[in-house]
């Protein structure tokens, strides 16, 4: 059974930093594209930063440069490092895994089958 479970969530400061995590049991971690997903209140859930097998990447246009995603195979951990993070970033953030679909990149939340609880990040100004 696929478990997603994020951490690291909280409160910061604009301009500082945060880093969320992921852990994933239940499926071949490495195979799969995982990706960061946020959601506001009252706001539809958009893609933050993905990542396939192969280490490729995909971000959100308002977050390049300033967010990084990046996976631990061997601890079958999805990271995602915000530094900078702006007060209207402020959401639940969720990590999710496609194991149904096609193994590339994809920043859509309709093509990801498996999803976390989320854990809720407050960018204060």
């Known amino acids: 059974q696929v478990h997603l479970v994020e951490s690291g969530g909280g409160s910061v400061q604009a301009g500082g930093s945060l880093r969320l995590s992921c852990a994933a049991s239940g499926f071949g971690y490495s195979r799969y594209c995982m990706a960061w997903f946020r959601q506001a209140p009252g706001k539809e859930r958009e893609g933050v930063a993905a990542?396939?097998?192969?280490?490729?990447?995909s971000y959100a246009d308002s977050v390049k440069g300033r967010f990084t995603i990046a996976k631990d195979n061997a601890e079958s951990t999805l990271y995602l490092q915000m530094n900078s993070p702006r007060p209207e970033e402020t959401a639940m953030y969720y990590c999710?895994?496609?194991?149904?679909?096609?193994?590339?990149?994809?920043?859509?939340?309709?093509?990801?089958?498996?999803w976390g609880q989320g854990t809720k990040v407050t960018v204060s100004s």
């Open positions: 990542i396939d097998s192969d280490g490729i990447t």
């Open positions: 999710a895994a496609r194991i149904k679909g096609p193994i590339w990149v994809t920043l859509s939340p309709s093509d990801y089958d498996s």
